[in-house]
């Protein structure tokens, strides 16, 4: 039963999730071809990256509703077909305004990636292995990465990156199709009436609750490298502060990646292992978090040894992998036909850190010679990361994390 839920429920979605992080890092490649071939600054390339999450910041609230109410199968068929269509209008797009309308359709194409299967996974599988599931789709999710550095890379001569996004839209019409002909629709509960103004009341009660507000932070910060940096300024970091060309540095992201896959894996069997074992729910996200901290620290020191920069980079895929865990264990305080409404709400706090200034406070420097950003930009902006991920895993670490959070009646 458990591998037949996997094939049917984890893989189609988790496919789903390769697409959302495929079309956040391939800006981390495109997006200097980009800057040169358009003229664009950091700010025009910092506008494309938030158009894509103001879009998925917003779809995240109405989302939580949608899941909940209709099930991971429907909201992410539609969902896919949109991203599809944002992925066309992009290759198509003749200037500016027009990536930045594509990167919006985009944003609410992906913005159910991971809600999707935390939602899916609550309602297929038992409680237990939720966390342990979820790290599996993650890192077959973290393949979309994968699928956007190295390959890229090297298809970006040949097919240009007008090509490159053809190409990504008919993965996700695939997609599509896969989810709505694999995954089952979600348990109906006999005997429950749902309201609209009922889902939305109670998403106003989530968002108010104690409970949420004294740990959800810290959940959300610690996916906010992976949005801020991986999906837009790793790519021109590498070149600007390590000094790396094209090649070696789809080569680091590509590496980074599978790192990610690893830590997705690891962090999501060892939270499902701490709960089982009794301890501290938030053990797990709030050690990784602490390792994000000092590893952004040794990142403001501006490494440039390509070795150096390639064990920075990897603890920090591993670290930063412990965020869907943090998720999963969130959801869980609140009960299970809440888990997309949580979800969401959550990763709304992750969108609005992940909406801080950096191309702003990169074009505060001069440009340099070679077209690029100042390193000392670079690490200002981490430093206020690292700041950020500081506050909130002191904060998850004195909170009080035993009992589960008082659920809440629908109506």
């Not at 700010?43 to 995240?60: D, I, K, N, R």
């Amino acid at each position: 039963m458990f591998s037949r839920l996997l094939v049917r429920v984890t893989f189609p979605l988790a496919a789903a999730n390769v697409m959302n992080q495929a079309a956040r890092m391939v800006m981390a490649i495109v997006g200097p071809v980009l800057a040169i071939e358009l003229g664009l600054s950091a700010v025009e390339l910092g506008m494309l990256a938030a158009s894509l999450f103001a879009a998925y910041a917003a779809a995240q609230l109405p989302l939580g509703v949608a899941l909940d109410a209709f099930g991971a199968r429907r909201v992410q068929t539609v969902l896919m077909l949109l991203a599809a269509l944002g992925f066309a209008i992009f290759a198509l797009s003749p200037g500016f305004a027009g990536l930045v309308a594509a990167r919006i359709v985009l944003g609410v194409g992906i913005s159910a990636g991971l809600m999707a299967l935390i939602k899916a996974h609550a309602d297929w599988f038992e409680r237990s292995r939720v966390a342990h599931v979820t790290g599996i789709a993650t890192a077959i999710g973290a393949l979309g990465s994968a699928l956007t550095t190295s390959p890229v890379q090297a298809l970006l001569p040949a097919l240009g990156w007008r090509g490159i996004f053809w190409g990504l839209s008919l993965l996700a019409l695939g997609v599509a199709a896969w989810i709505f002909l694999s995954v089952p629709d979600k348990p109906r509960v006999a005997g429950s009436v749902r309201t609209l103004r009922g889902d939305i009341a109670l998403t106003g009660r989530i968002l108010v609750s104690r409970a949420f507000w004294r740990l959800g932070p810290a959940v959300a910060t610690l996916s906010l490298f992976n949005f801020a940096y991986l999906g837009l300024w790793a790519g021109p970091w590498l070149r600007d502060v390590a000094g790396m060309d094209g090649p070696a540095r789809a080569g680091v992201l590509f590496v980074y990646t599978f790192a990610m896959i690893a830590g997705s894996v690891l962090t999501g069997s060892a939270a499902s292992r701490a709960t089982a074992a009794g301890l501290p729910s938030f053990i797990v996200p709030v050690v990784s978090l602490a390792g994000m901290v000092l590893l952004q620290m040794a990142l403001m020191l501006q490494p440039s040894q390509p070795s150096v920069v390639l064990v920075l980079w990897l603890a920090i895929a591993v670290c930063g992998a412990a965020g869907p865990a943090g998720y999963v264990v969130m959801a869980q305080m609140f009960p299970p036909e809440q888990t997309g409404r949580v979800s969401t709400a959550v990763n709304t706090l992750t969108l609005g850190f992940a909406f801080l200034a950096i191309g702003w406070i990169l074009d505060l420097w001069p440009r340099t010679a070679s077209d690029g950003w100042d390193p000392d930009g670079y690490s200002w902006a981490l430093a206020l990361t690292a700041a950020l991920q500081a506050l909130a895993a002191l904060a998850m670490a004195t909170a009080h994390r035993r009992g589960r959070a008082a659920g809440f009646r629908e109506g």
